[in-house]
């Protein structure tokens, strides 16, 4: 038995082999339940071409260099900010020091530092290097923005991020619920939510942008 995808795909075609408009397709799937999304991802297969029988578009497929390409592109982005974060809580720590921790910390705390600074300068140009020669290939071949690695990735992100967020900001109502807040400790949860943040508004900006372009 076929499946619901496979039954539109057959009905958009066959329906364009008939001659019927897009538009009227569109009216008749929606008047049948199917949202318009479904039905716009089935007929933009096909180009909006004078042929006598539809003409099918490029679709996105997966390579292993396009799966290396993104693994490496989003590695390296979660490697860079989270020893960012960690850099950020060494400064904190160390403008804002806690007496019962100071001596305990003090080689710790320069290790820590040094490690992260090189994970930093490290991962980031790799980071910024992929991101900008992905952006390149898919300005080149638009079709690529389609990638179910990119896709898949790119939500993955965001779920991280909006896990994270949410953590965040349950940490913090806990402590204020406790009295127990601090400088430190507030700068910490910042620190956090900026960079979650960034990351999740970023993402979800470049998801909107491929719908819109879509």
Not at 27 to 48: F, H, I, N, P, S
Not at 76 to 99: K, V
Not at 138 to 150: D, E, Q, Y
Request: contains cysteine; hydrophobic residues 45%.
């Amino acid at each position: 038995m076929a499946s619901g995808s496979q039954e539109l795909e057959r009905f958009v075609y066959e329906a364009l082999v008939r001659g019927e408009t897009r538009e009227s397709i569109a009216q008749a799937l929606k008047a049948a339940g199917w949202r318009d999304e479904q039905t716009r991802g089935v007929m933009d297969a096909y180009a909006d071409t004078p042929f006598p029988i539809p003409v099918p578009r490029p679709r996105a497929s997966v390579s292993a260099r396009e799966a290396f390409l993104y693994l490496v592109l989003f590695t390296s982005l979660y490697f860079a900010t989270y020893h960012l974060g960690s850099l950020l809580f060494d400064l904190i720590n160390r403008a804002w020091p806690d007496p019962s921790e100071q001596e305990l910390m003090g080689g710790a705390l320069r290790e820590s530092m040094r490690w992260s600074t090189a994970a930093i300068l490290i991962a980031f140009p790799v980071f910024a290097y992929v991101s900008y020669y992905v952006s390149k290939e898919v300005a080149r071949h638009p079709i690529k923005r389609l990638s179910p690695v990119r896709r898949w990735l790119t939500y993955l992100t965001l779920f991280v991020a909006t896990t994270v967020l949410i953590c965040d900001m349950t940490t913090l109502v806990a402590s204020v619920l406790g009295g127990e807040l601090t400088t430190r400790f507030v700068l910490k949860v910042l620190v956090v939510a900026a960079i979650a943040g960034s990351v999740f508004g970023y993402y979800l900006w470049d998801l909107r942008h491929e719908e819109t372009d879509a």
